[in-house]
């Protein structure tokens, strides 16, 4: 009885039907609990993606018997999918030492032992990236502008706001400096030439000059050595390569019928044919093959791929079901398998039936990883999302929509208008008025980030909307940001330079900055602000607002363009009083 579920079990594995194989295996092992059954039921599981239960049942191979080496083999093969690969390649190794003439397990063994060492070198990569990182955060305890201010090659970024705003956040949060080193060109200029003087300070002339020659001898000798390694490998792998092939191909032409080899000769010459594009040729030569050697799914396989190219979809769908079958009932390798799946989903995208084309994508990314058939799924799947997308878009339904979130913001509901409104985007997305209804209900709402998402939306949309203007400015109006809203308006006055309207917002803004700002006001301004923080630091601008706080004379300042800039903004901050410059307080 037992044995007679394990063969179940084998044809369900065979059949790709995981699930049934695991359960025949596990019936029988309750039955008689031997080795070949765990062997068989862990494939099963890895086959399934369950690759802690494929570990748990090679683990038991081994525990049943120590000698045999495809336990070892099957351990192995559930630790690489775990992606352990030391611990594969020792259990892998082990298994050879009981069965060294396993040519599968020892390329496996092999591939572990490589990715074992990658592994490993790339951990070491790790440890010394954070140290390296970790010595690099030193460079910007104290005061960093002032040092960058004695570099000749990076003098000029402190007077540059961006970088003297990075900096700032930086040393709030010393773990932003490997993110800014990876995208920003100024941090990582200062970081390089920070460094180099680092180290450069702790070395006499002469020591530097030696530094410099072995740096260069020792920068050459290594890309030298880089290149002849490379090339080495390259040379071992193409010889590698060449001799498998060179012995699969005998020991596969041993193994044919005279039909076979007629069937194999005819593929090759269809091959030749595909490459020239002659498809209609390469699918009668595809097609007398496949009458030689009728089990064989590779030639249903290349007649699929010529149907395609000949746009006949029906027929290649047909053709790629049969492979399909042909392939299960003949035990084909899981990769033709996949690929005759992959002929289906590549028929059904052509016809534009995304959704089935996407089943048989991943139905073949199931049966064989392929890089070819990942992109094919997720160009389907996007193609999908595009068609649902314009498929929805109805300017009337929209118009009902936002005219219902009109009702709705009358009658104080702001939520459900926002929903609406949402709706009517949904509905026609290029409307760009739709979004500064939205922006104008969250903004009731006090969802402020949102509602200049929707501005920014809508500018982009229609940038001469003069709407879309004052409803962003009435953002920052309304959180008290107000040298952000007048930023906003003034933009929309060089579109429209004559507009009341943005004038009288302007105006109402200038006059809250001229009233100034409550303490709290202005530290929170401070606080978030890395510019202002970079004037108040700057030792000139020091000297003026000693100067004001004295009630001195400014007229010597006022002529530097630079000075009256600064003052300008902190005015707008409310760190100064407007009104009391230059003899008011500070």
Not at 292 to 310: F, G, H, K, M, S
Not at 418 to 428: C, G, P, Q
Request: glycine share 4%.
């Amino acid at each position: 009885m037992a044995d007679k579920l394990k063969n179940d079990g084998n044809a369900a594995l065979s059949a790709g039907n995981y699930t049934e194989a695991i359960r025949c295996y596990t019936e029988a092992i309750k039955l008689s609990p031997l080795k070949e059954y765990y062997s068989n039921r862990s494939l099963a599981y890895l086959k399934l993606g369950k690759f802690n239960d494929a570990l748990a049942d090679g683990e038991q191979c081994v525990k049943l018997d120590a000698n045999w080496g495809k336990g070892y083999q099957r351990k192995g093969a559930a630790l690489q999918s775990l992606n352990r690969y030391k611990d594969a390649f020792e259990t892998l190794k082990k298994g050879l030492e009981l069965e060294p003439g396993n040519t599968q397990m020892k390329a496996s063994c092999s591939e572990v032992e490589k990715l074992a060492q990658w592994e490993e070198s790339q951990h070491k990569k790790e440890e010394a990236a954070k140290k390296q990182l970790a010595e690099l955060q030193k460079l910007f305890e104290g005061d960093p502008l002032g040092q960058c201010r004695l570099m000749p090659e990076v003098k000029d970024l402190v007077d540059d706001v961006g970088f003297v705003k990075k900096i700032s956040e930086i040393q709030n949060d010393p773990t932003k400096l490997q993110h800014y080193i990876a995208t920003d060109e100024q941090v990582r200029m200062f970081v390089s030439v920070a460094a180099q003087y680092q180290h450069l300070s702790k070395l006499t002339d002469k020591e530097r000059a030696e530094l410099y020659l072995k740096q260069e001898e020792a920068r050459m000798r290594a890309e030298k050595l880089e290149e002849e390694e490379r090339d080495r490998r390259r040379k071992e792998e193409k010889a590698r390569k060449e001799e498998e092939e060179r012995k699969k191909k005998l020991e596969e032409e041993s193994k044919l019928t005279i039909e076979q080899r007629k069937a194999r000769d005819l593929k090759e010459e269809g091959n030749n044919f595909f490459k020239k594009k002659d498809f209609e040729k390469a699918l009668e030569l595809y097609q007398q093959a496949s009458e030689r050697d009728p089990t064989n799914i590779v030639y249903y396989n290349n007649i699929a791929a010529a149907l395609l190219e000949l746009k006949n979809y029906d027929k290649c769908i047909e053709v790629a079901t049969k492979a399909i079958e042909i392939g299960r009932e003949n035990r084909a390798s899981f990769e033709f398998i996949a690929r005759a799946m992959q002929r289906l989903g590549s028929a059904y995208l052509k016809k534009e039936d995304y959704p089935t084309a996407i089943t048989h994508f991943r139905s073949s990314l199931t049966e064989h990883r392929d890089k070819d058939t990942l992109n094919l799924l997720l160009k389907a799947q996007k193609l999908l999302e595009d068609k649902e997308k314009r498929e929805y878009i109805n300017p009337e339904l929209s118009a009902k929509a936002k005219d219902e979130g009109n009702d709705f913001f009358k009658k104080g509901q702001f939520a459900q208008a926002v929903d609406r409104y949402s709706e009517a985007i949904k509905r026609d997305p290029g409307n760009y008025v739709l979004y500064t209804n939205r922006a104008t209900a969250l903004t009731k709402l006090g969802a402020f980030g949102d509602a200049l998402k929707d501005c920014d939306k809508c500018i982009e949309l229609n940038p001469k909307f003069i709407k879309a203007y004052l409803k962003k400015g009435n953002v920052y109006f309304v959180t008290k940001q107000y040298q952000k809203c007048l930023d906003v308006y003034g933009v929309a006055l060089e579109i429209e330079p004559d507009n009341a309207e943005i004038q009288e917002a302007m105006n109402k803004a200038i006059d809250q900055i001229s009233r100034g700002q409550d303490k709290e006001s202005v530290k929170r301004n401070l606080e978030n602000s890395p510019e202002l923080q970079a004037i108040l630091r700057d030792p000139m601008m020091q000297q003026v607002l000693q100067a004001i706080k004295n009630k001195e004379p400014l007229e010597g300042y006022l002529k530097d363009p630079k000075i009256l800039q600064n003052l300008e903004e902190l005015m707008k901050a409310g760190v100064i009083g407007t009104g009391r410059v230059p003899s008011g307080d500070v």
